[in-house]
C-alpha cells in the first residue's frame, strides 16, 4: 500500500514539475511549424533557410516578447515605429491570437550564440 501511495505522489510530481515545460516545448513546435507555413520565409530567414536579407536568427536576443507579438499583431505600427525601411514591408498576416503566441514563443528561443 505504502509503495503505491509513493508512485502516485511521484506520478502527481511529474505532472506539477514537468508538465508546464512539455506544454512550453509543444507551443515553441508549433511556432516553428507556423514559420514555415504562414510565409514568413518570403521576407525573412531562419538557420540559412528563407530570404537571407531578413534573418531573425537573433530576433530573441534582440526583441522582447512583447515587441515580437506587436510585429505580428500591428506591423504597419510597428514599421513606423521602428523606421523600418525595407521593402516589400511586413503586412499582417490573418493569425489566431493562439498562432500569435506561438509563433512569439518560437522567436524568444532565437537566441545570439
Ligand atoms: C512581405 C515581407 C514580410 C513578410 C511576409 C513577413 N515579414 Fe516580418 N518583417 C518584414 C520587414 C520589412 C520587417 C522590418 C525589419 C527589417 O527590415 O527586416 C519585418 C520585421 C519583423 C520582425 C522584427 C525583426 C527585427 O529584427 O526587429 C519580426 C519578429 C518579424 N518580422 C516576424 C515575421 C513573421 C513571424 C512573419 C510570418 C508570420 C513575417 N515576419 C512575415 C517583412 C516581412
Known amino acids: 500500500m ?3 501511495v509513493t508512485v502516485v505522489v511521484w506520478a ?3 505532472m506539477v514539475f514537468a508538465g508546464p515545460a512539455f506544454a512550453a516545448d509543444a507551443k515553441v513546435d ?3 511549424a507556423l514559420f514555415a507555413s504562414s510565409g514568413c520565409k518570403m521576407c525573412h ?3 540559412g533557410v528563407g530570404n537571407p536579407k531578413g534573418s531573425l536568427d ?3 536576443s534582440k526583441l522582447t516578447a512583447a515587441d515580437i507579438k506587436a510585429w505580428l499583431t500591428d506591423p504597419v505600427a510597428k514599421a513606423a515605429q ?3 525601411e525595407r521593402k516589400p514591408a511586413m503586412m499582417k498576416k490573418p493569425l489566431s ?3 500569435i503566441d506561438a509563433l512569439t514563443a518560437y522567436l524568444q528561443t532565437l537566441k545570439k550564440k
Request: charged share 40%; net charge positive.
Open 2 to 4: 505504502k509503495r503505491i
Open 12 to 14: 502527481a510530481a511529474l
Open 30 to 32: 508549433k511556432g516553428k
Open 45 to 47: 530567414s531562419i538557420a
Open 58 to 60: 537573433e530576433v530573441g
Open 82 to 84: 521602428t523606421k523600418a
Open 97 to 99: 491570437a493562439e498562432d
